[in-house]
C-alpha cells in the first residue's frame, strides 16, 4: 500500500515509530511531518496527506498531532476525504468498519507510541463493512 503520513511537533516519534512498523510490512511511505520537536503548524503537514488521498496518490493517510483533533479538521476540508479521530484501536476498527475512513489521526498526547501503531495496524487491516454502512458514508461529503 502506499501510506502518506504527516505530523506536527508533538508526533515525531510517533512518526518514527510508525513508520518503521510501515516500511516492515512493505508499505510504501510518503513522509511530510516535521521531525522535530519545535513548534509548528499542523495544516502545514495534514494538507499534503489529505491531497494525496483525495488525488489518489495514497491508499490511507496517516496524521498525528497534540489531540488529534485539528489535524484531523484540517484533513477532513478534502473532499472524498473521510478522517477519524482514533484514541484506541477499537475506534480504528470501528472508523473503518462503519465509516470506511481513508485517513486516521492519532492525539499523540493521549496515547503510546505502542498504542499508535496499534491503531494504524487495526485501522490498515480492517475493511470498511458496506452494507448499510455504505447509505451513511454516502451522505457525509457536502455536495
Known amino acids: 500500500m502506499k501510506i502518506s503520513i504527516g505530523n506536527d511537533h508533538a508526533g515525531p516519534e510517533y512518526k ?23 513548534s ?12 494525496d488521498v483525495e488525488e489518489g496518490k495514497a491508499d490511507f493517510g496517516i496524521v498525528i498531532c497534540g489531540s488529534g ?6 484533513v477532513n476540508k478534502h473532499a472524498g476525504v473521510r478522517a477519524g479521530l482514533c484514541w484506541t484501536k477499537e475506534i480504528a476498527y470501528l472508523t473503518r468498519l462503519h465509516n470506511d475512513a481513508n485517513i486516521v489521526s492519532i492525539p ?36
Open 40 to 51: 509548528v503548524d499542523y495544516p502545514d503537514f495534514g494538507h499534503p496527506v489529505a491531497s
Open 16 to 38: 518514527k515509530a510508525i513508520v518503521q512498523y510501515l516500511e516492515s510490512k512493505g508499505h510504501q511511505v510518503t513522509n511530510y511531518g516535521t521531525d522535530t520537536e519545535a
Open 69 to 74: 483533533n485539528g489535524i484531523a479538521m484540517t
Open 108 to 143: 499523540a498526547r493521549y496515547t503510546s507510541i505502542q498504542q499508535a501503531v496499534e491503531i494504524v495496524e487495526t485501522f490498515l487491516e480492517t475493511a470498511f463493512e458496506g452494507g448499510r454502512h455504505q447509505n451513511r458514508v454516502d451522505k457525509i461529503a457536502c455536495k
